[in-house]
């Protein structure tokens, strides 16, 4: 049974069960993983996310008014991402019809495997074959984005949505987010990821991911230029001079940007030894110039060391979540 249709079938059981509804529509949408590239995408940066087997479902019938369920009852937070999402549609003249919604989901919630645009994005398809009405990857990658900016009130980049919404099940992509343009990396062989859960959980809309936003928006007035990201090498010397910490944002978003362009030479040159210290150093970084990593984080990335990685991150937004350690399958 493949991963979609065991989820879908949770949620179309789900709305059985609770509406006495046969399905209408149903639709879903994976979770993803970044290999390396994270807190650049709002800053015009390159990312290399990939999508994960793990996916949300959105089973739905016809009803007099929206009404939304889920297996996980215990955070009804998701519910303003459902509502962002329909809102959008129908402001953009998407006659959407009401309905009641079930969701079911295997993506871990606030880990940084993109629990937020699986559903959003789920929730759009499902919305969208309800009113038998299609829009492109891109339409629906750019509309979910704004259901988080305006409804979930954090304000992320392109990188989830763009990533649930284009790449196949255990497809990387290259993500250029300044000119929303994108191909498909192919993995090596003995290329082995592996996912490593801390446990702790994280809740953007917080403040601290907004904070973080804020910080290298403000780098980028300081410095003059549009993308941080794209601040050529020459003027990197001038991030010393801003104060911090706003200084440590910065120097972080132009060194990961270039580690990413560096992973997907090291990628296509099959050299996993250097993808793995680049690794290394975007950890770095993003715990020391971003401090967005959690001790219990850092200590899961020394021990999946300890145990033979080439490399490992923390992966996502930060605040907790999952880590990506990457090894040579032949090695371990
Ligand atoms: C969250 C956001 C993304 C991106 C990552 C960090 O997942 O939704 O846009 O900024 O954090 O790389």
Redesign the pocket.
């Known amino acids: 049974m493949s991963a979609a249709f065991a989820v879908e079938s949770r949620a179309c059981a789900l709305l059985e069960h609770i509406a006495q509804h046969t399905p209408d529509a149903c639709a879903s949408a994976s979770g993803r993983v970044?290999l390396i590239?994270?807190?650049?995408?709002?800053a015009g940066g390159m990312?290399l996310p990939m999508a994960i087997a793990a996916r949300t479902a959105v089973a739905a019938a016809r009803a007099g008014a929206d009404d939304f369920y889920s297996e996980c009852e215990a955070d009804s937070r998701w519910k303003r991402y459902a509502e962002g999402v329909l809102a959008q549609l129908r402001e953009q003249g998407i006659d959407v019809p009401t309905a009641v919604y079930a969701v079911a989901s295997d993506v871990p919630l606030g880990a940084?495997l993109?629990s937020?645009?699986a559903l959003e994005v789920a929730f759009a398809r499902c919305a969208l074959a309800l009113a038998t009405r299609e829009l492109s990857h891109r339409e629906i990658a750019l509309l979910c984005q704004r259901a988080?900016h305006v409804y979930a009130k954090?304000p992320?980049?392109?990188?989830?949505q763009w990533c649930v919404t284009h790449a196949r099940e255990g497809e990387a992509i290259a993500l250029d987010c300044a000119t929303l343009t994108h191909t498909a990396v192919q993995l090596p062989n003995q290329l082995r990821i592996e996912l490593i859960d801390s446990h702790v959980r994280h809740t953007?809309g917080d403040g601290a991911?907004a904070a973080r936003r804020a910080d290298v928006e403000n780098a980028a007035a300081m410095l003059g230029v549009e993308h941080l990201a794209l601040l050529p090498r020459q003027r990197w010397c001038e991030i010393e001079h801003l104060p911090n910490p706003i200084a440590k944002r910065a120097r972080h978003v132009v060194t990961e940007n270039a580690r990413v362009h560096e992973a997907c030479r090291a990628l296509r040159d099959h050299d996993l030894a250097r993808l793995g210290m680049l690794l290394n150093e975007s950890h770095a970084s993003l715990r020391d110039d971003f401090e967005v990593s959690r001790t219990e984080v850092d200590a899961l990335v020394a021990q999946a060391r300890a145990n033979g990685a080439l490399g490992a991150r923390m992966t996502?937004?930060?605040f907790g979540g999952y880590v990506i350690a990457a090894y040579c399958s032949t090695s371990h």
Do not use: K, P, T
Request: hydrophobic share 35%; glycine share 20%.
């Open positions: 970044n590239g994270d807190h650049v995408d709002y990312v940084g993109s937020s645009a988080e954090v992320c980049g392109i990188m989830d953007l991911y996502g937004a930060g």
